[in-house]
């Protein structure tokens, strides 16, 4: 018998029938299981989805409620931290339930979705982008299911899957800046206030705005040297590729087409293909426009390592003509004044790289301290939040000036 439940009412025993939703809201490469392991109730528990449905004819039903033998083995599994008591009182009976203080904060579980959306993405941009440079007609079905999904992690945790997107190698470089940007135009989208349907529209653009791509010779796209003329004017021929390919599917939006042809204009009308001024470029583009660049001089290519978030910015604000000053101001204000990954100096002389910010604490985020400029020595990493007080950040630094190569990782831990 099937039978829908709630995500918290699964139990060890039973058989899920089916995962709603596509399969990127869940790690499992099977939708029909049994749970048989604590890893695969917990994993369940954490997925992004309110309800699954289960079939009481292959595992077990629900559990009366005075039934928590499950329970009791999932938690001589764990740790036991202290438990408050709930008593929910209804009619002469009372229902007695215990609810243990989160193991994990709320980013730490954020950033793990992420971590699983980034990672389905790949093969759902891999193969749109594969049917593209063999001229067949790109099915937006995935992608649309794709955006969906990353607006939903955006509108929990912006930082969370911005930051890990940022973390891509120069081998998936042109896939993943595909979902960097999709999810910074969203995260931008709900800065400029901008309407459900508009935000969707955003990311759908900034998913596809380098489909073009796949009309440049790869030798000439991931070329480590300088580019000839005739190899760079094959790459800038990406946007008018792009909005060709973008033309051939049936229901695109505007604001796709749009950003796809015009992400590579620039207000002072230096830009191209068409060397637009300011007022002839749609927010759609410039958003893209912001979204593109930062993206791209942030990673690391075949021809330079990427710059840190903090340099990229001060770069950016500086290219007097190329973006849109309202658009910048917003984009600054989206990812952060401090953008998790940055190197920062504390006043008390420590380094630290920005693990985690919130939207209302722009100025104080959390850090994750490494290295003494004092004793000129690495330190035990540590997780410290500057909205506590004791030290704050007093300028960006420059890892290469104390001899850091690498940054420390910006887990939670």
């Not at 559990?63 to 001589?76: L, N, V």
């Not at 941009?125 to 001229?135: I, N, P």
Request: with cysteine; charged share 25%.
């Amino acid at each position: 018998m099937l039978k829908s439940i709630a995500i918290e009412q699964l139990r060890l025993g039973m058989y899920v029938h089916s995962i709603p939703g596509g399969w990127i809201n869940h790690p499992f490469w099977r939708k029909s299981f049994k749970i048989d392991t604590l890893e695969d109730l917990q994993t369940l528990r954490d997925c992004p989805v309110d309800e699954v449905t289960i079939d009481t004819a292959k595992g077990r039903d629900i559990a009366p409620e005075h039934d928590h033998d499950d329970q009791a083995a999932a938690d001589d599994d764990q740790p036991q931290p202290s438990a408050e008591i709930v008593i929910a009182h209804q009619g002469a009976s009372a229902t007695v339930a215990v609810r243990r203080p989160a193991t994990r904060t709320e980013t730490a579980v954020e950033r793990e979705r992420a971590a699983r959306i980034i990672s389905s993405s790949k093969s759902t941009v891999l193969h749109m982008f594969s049917e593209a440079r063999m001229g067949r007609t790109v099915d937006v079905k995935d992608a649309a299911e794709l955006v969906t999904e990353i607006t939903s992690s955006v509108s929990r945790n912006a930082d969370a899957l911005i930051s890990l997107a940022r973390l891509k190698t120069t081998d998936d470089y042109t896939y993943m800046h595909s979902v960097a940007v999709c999810a910074m135009m969203i995260s931008l989208a709900n800065q400029l206030g901008m309407t459900p349907e508009q935000t969707r529209q955003a990311g759908m653009a900034g998913l596809l705005h380098d489909v073009g791509k796949m009309a440049v010779p790869l030798d000439i796209l991931n070329k480590p040297a300088k580019l000839t003329e005739e190899e760079f004017a094959s790459v800038r021929s990406h946007t008018v590729q792009g909005h060709g390919i973008l033309q051939q599917i049936e229901g695109i939006g505007e604001a796709a087409l749009d950003v796809s042809l015009h992400h590579h204009e620039k207000i002072d009308g230096t830009g191209y293909p068409f060397n637009l001024k300011s007022d002839s470029i749609s927010i759609m583009a410039k958003m893209g426009a912001v979204c593109d660049v930062y993206d791209a001089i942030t990673s690391n290519r075949p021809y330079k390592a990427g710059w840190d978030p903090a340099r990229s910015i001060r770069h950016m604000a500086a290219s007097a003509g190329h973006f849109d000053p309202i658009t910048m101001e917003a984009f600054v204000k989206a990812i952060g004044i401090y953008p998790t990954g940055s190197c920062v100096i504390l006043q008390s002389g420590r380094l630290g790289v920005v693990v985690d910010q919130r939207p209302d604490q722009l100025l104080t985020p959390r850090i994750k301290l490494f290295y003494s400029t004092t004793s000129r020595m690495p330190l035990q990493p540590e997780i410290i939040d500057l909205a506590r007080g004791g030290d704050k950040i007093v300028a960006y630094a420059d890892p290469a000036k104390w001899g850091i190569r690498s940054l420390p990782s910006i887990d939670l831990n």
